[in-house]
Each structure stands twice: as C-alpha cells, then as structure tokens.
C-alpha cells in the first residue's frame, strides 16, 4: 500500500485485519467502523510488557459493557502504525478520525464486504458475516468454560 496506494490495497487491509481480529475477539461490525486513530494512539500510551489495549468507546452495547477491546502485542501494534504512518497519502486519510476511513470523513460501512472478500481470498470455504464470527465464538465460550470461568 506503501508503494501503491491504490484503493483496492486499503479494501484489501481491511478485510484481512478484520477478519483476523473477528476471529478472535467476535467483535460486530460496528466495533472495528467506530475504532478511532486517537483510540488506537492512546493504546500506545497505556502499553503495558509489550500489550497494547485499545479500548473503542463508541458501540452498540457499551451502555450495558463499557469499552470494547483489542488486546494486542508488538507486532499486530506495529501492522496499526504502519498504516497510520501512510494514511496521509491515502485519499479521505487526513480528514477523518476513524482508522478504518473511506475517501470521505466517516467511517467505513462496508467492512463486511471487504472481510469476506479477504475470507475468500484465504481459500476458506462460505461467506461468513461479523454475526456468524460473534455467534460461533459466543457458543464456543458457552460450551466450553463454566460459568465461573465465564464471570471472571
């Protein structure tokens, strides 16, 4: 993206560093849309043994929640630097707050769209959605750890 920040290099990032972080945190859509470039700079000043929590403010349960959050090392911090460091010279990247930003000042709304996109370029099987990626981790947790475990 770097060398040729064509848009779709920015869809195809994206896609891939959603998918990953879907994976694992089953976070929806809306999470990752709201993620902020100030949230994810404060996550360097509270960096803690090489972790970094970025904590989004703005989701749908965070009345009820708090903060959603992305706990991540060195490396997967540095894949987050490195786009800002470019974002610049991508169109739409000096106006926006957001890190996940299109060619206009809001967020972006089709981070579905590029996740599967990135799903399939994987060589994995479906079209899984945020939902079906919060769903089987939801029901994985449930099925696997006791209550105790869970309340922790």
């Known amino acids: 993206m770097k060398s040729d920040p064509e848009k779709k290099h920015q869809w195809s990032f994206y896609g891939h560093l959603t998918t990953y972080w879907a994976s694992i945190y089953g976070h929806r859509s809306g999470v990752f849309q709201n993620l902020t470039i100030q949230e994810v700079e404060e996550a360097r000043q509270r960096a ?46 000096n106006d926006t707050k957001y890190f996940f930003f299109t060619s206009k000042p ?9 996740f599967q996109e990135a799903w399939a370029s994987m060589g994995l099987p479906g079209t899984p959605t945020f939902t079906d990626m919060r769903t089987t981790i939801a029901t994985h947790a449930k099925n696997t750890h006791t209550p105790e475990e869970i309340d922790c």
């Not at 989004?56 to 800002?84: P, R, S």
């Open 106 to 114: 809001s967020s972006c709304k089709n981070l579905n769209q590029y």
């Open 48 to 93: 803690s043994e090489g972790c970094f929590v970025i904590e989004i403010l703005a989701h749908k349960t965070n009345q009820a929640f708090g903060a959603a959050q992305l706990a991540l090392d060195q490396e997967e911090y540095v894949w987050l630097e490195q786009f800002l460091s470019i974002r610049s010279t991508l169109v739409g990247g």
